[in-house]
């Protein structure tokens, strides 16, 4: 399977406590993305990176969250303390160079990781 | 900011019945503008784009025409399959800037299709 991968699939946490999800990208892709989808929502973009720079980050994302992508390659993206608002579905992308206009590649997704705060 | 409307659904048809979802969008520039849709249990997939004004794309009978003059971009298809139930999205991303291809969504189409 070459396609973006996301682990794990599901976790329930208590409120309070750290969590921490992986992505791994398609390995050609250099754009690395982490958006946030809560039910009956489209997703909402977080953060970006083009290999190991974190180029842009959401205001969605408060200081509880952070990422990483160490080596440009897989991701990780970690919520320290979570709240119960925190519960959503967390989908990573990755897209290759845009060839020529800004904008125009396409982005693969993974399938996500549901995270439930109890 | 950028902004994407979709209408809302869910959208229920009858098999072989003619489907439109409409999209409206918010943008400076000429952004790039996707449909992509999520199937149960399945991510996000690409359905299809047009990256400049009066482009269609098409993919797997659905097709859509980039329309500037109404911030447009409809996704139609002429006969829908039980098949094609899922959840729809609207997306664009930016010309320019430093989000790469950074995706704003709409809030996504649910498609019931029956027999």
């Known amino acids: 399977d070459t396609g973006v991968s996301q682990n794990p699939r599901h976790k329930i946490t208590k409120r309070g406590q750290n969590v921490t999800f992986r992505c791994d990208p398609i390995?050609?892709?250099?754009?690395l993305y982490w958006y946030r989808q809560t039910l009956g929502q489209g997703p909402e973009f977080l953060t970006y990176?083009?290999?190991?720079?974190?180029?842009?980050k959401s205001r969605l994302l408060s200081d509880r969250f952070s990422a990483e992508r160490p080596k440009g390659s897989f991701s990780t993206l970690e919520i320290q303390r979570t709240e119960q608002g925190d519960s959503a579905m967390y989908l990573c992308?990755?897209?290759?160079?845009?060839?020529?206009?800004?904008?125009?590649?396409?982005?693969?997704f993974g399938q996500g990781t549901r995270l439930t705060v109890v | 900011g950028d902004s994407v409307t979709q209408m809302e659904g869910p959208v229920t048809l009858s098999e072989e019945a003619f489907l439109t979802i409409n999209c409206t969008y918010t943008?400076?520039?000429?952004?790039?503008l996707f449909w992509y849709v999520q199937y149960p249990g399945e991510g996000l997939q690409l359905l299809l784009k047009?990256?400049?004004?009066?482009d269609k794309g098409s993919n797997k009978g659905f097709e859509a025409t980039y329309r500037k003059e109404t911030t447009s971009f409809h996704l139609e298809k002429g006969s829908v399959q039980v098949s094609d139930s899922a959840v729809y999205f609207c997306?664009?991303?930016?010309?320019?800037?430093?989000?790469?291809?950074?995706?704003?969504f709409g809030t996504g189409t649910q498609l019931k299709v029956e027999l």
């Open positions: 997306a664009l991303s930016p010309s320019s800037g430093g989000g790469g291809n950074k995706l704003t």
């Open positions: 990176f083009q290999n190991e720079a974190q180029l842009e």
């Open positions: 943008a400076t520039g000429y952004p790039s």
């Open positions: 390995s050609e892709h250099n754009r």
């Open positions: 992308a990755s897209s290759p160079r845009d060839r020529g206009r800004v904008g125009n590649t396409e982005a693969f």
């Open positions: 047009a990256t400049k004004a009066d």
